[in-house]
């Protein structure tokens, strides 16, 4: 694993950083592999994230969008991670639509969903043997309980090993979540983290030794490349 991180001034840098961080492994993987594979985050901090690719003149027709964690909600409920991306992103370029492979959300179950979540997935990397696809980037923000995509500390969706897809839980309200190790066979995980009050969470995550149950980002460690991009906020006490 080659783990890089950096600590940008503020929110706009954090999201310039990031913006130059994705097209260049775009352009790498067009160059490669013909298309580019990514699974977005939601919240508030890629949001401007997803704004600034919009304006770019890209491939679209190359690039096939995932997601990384959805909340069990229609894709048009206001909490819809897809619902998001399209409003900020996708409805403002002319990418196919058969290039956006959103959750389904609107299964009989969360657990039906993660599984055709799955299914899908293996499709369209042709994988049925017993190796995880690897997407080209994985985005990922952190809350300040370390938590990331919908991996919560001490839920039972931090045990899964043998699949792609799980429910996690938050709350009681169900999410389809990428596993750990189905992001770690990405070929690049970028965690985009904002704000002080994820600087105790990431004092455990960067720390030699803690408890992976309780601080989830820990068990991030892809095959290929780990970028932790953290605005001067989050990342003051890891600058020194």
């Given at each position: 694993?080659?783990?890089?991180?950096?600590?940008?001034?503020?929110?706009?840098?954090?999201?310039?950083?990031?913006?130059?961080?994705?097209?260049?492994?775009?352009?790498?993987?067009?160059?490669?592999?013909?298309?580019?594979?990514?699974?977005?985050?939601?919240?508030?901090?890629?949001?401007?994230l997803y704004e600034a690719i919009a304006t770019q003149k890209l491939p679209w027709d190359k690039i096939h969008v995932f997601w990384g964690d959805e909340r069990y909600v229609p894709p048009t409920h206001p909490d819809s991670n897809e619902l998001m991306t399209r409003r900020a992103w996708l409805n403002r370029v002319d990418i196919p639509a058969t290039n956006v492979h959103p959750v389904p959300t609107l299964e009989s179950s969360p657990e039906v969903a993660a599984a055709k979540y799955e299914q899908q997935i293996k499709e369209f990397f042709n994988s049925s043997g017993v190796e995880f696809p690897a997407l080209d980037v994985i985005l990922l923000g952190m809350g300040d309980d370390a938590h990331t995509a919908s991996l919560f500390p001490h839920t039972e969706a931090l045990k899964v090993r043998d699949r792609l897809l799980t429910v996690g839980n938050k709350?009681?309200?169900?999410?389809?979540?990428?596993?750990?190790?189905?992001?770690?066979?990405?070929?690049?995980?970028?965690?985009?983290?904002?704000?002080?009050?994820?600087?105790?969470?990431?004092?455990?995550?960067?720390?030699?030794?803690?408890?992976?149950?309780?601080?989830?980002?820990?068990?991030?460690?892809?095959?290929?490349?780990?970028?932790?991009?953290?605005?001067?906020?989050?990342?003051?006490?890891?600058?020194?």
């Open positions: 694993m080659n783990k890089t991180v950096e600590v940008l001034s503020d929110q706009p840098a954090l999201v310039a950083r990031a913006l130059e961080l994705i097209l260049s492994k775009l352009e790498t993987a067009i160059e490669q592999r013909g298309q580019f594979t990514i699974a977005l985050s939601g919240g508030s901090t890629p949001k401007p709350d009681g309200n169900p999410r389809i979540s990428f596993t750990y190790p189905f992001i770690n066979s990405a070929r690049s995980v970028i965690f985009l983290v904002a704000g002080a009050n994820k600087r105790p969470a990431l004092a455990q995550v960067f720390a030699p030794v803690a408890d992976d149950f309780t601080y989830p980002s820990r068990l991030i460690q892809p095959q290929g490349e780990l970028w932790w991009l953290l605005d001067a906020a989050a990342g003051l006490e890891l600058q020194h």
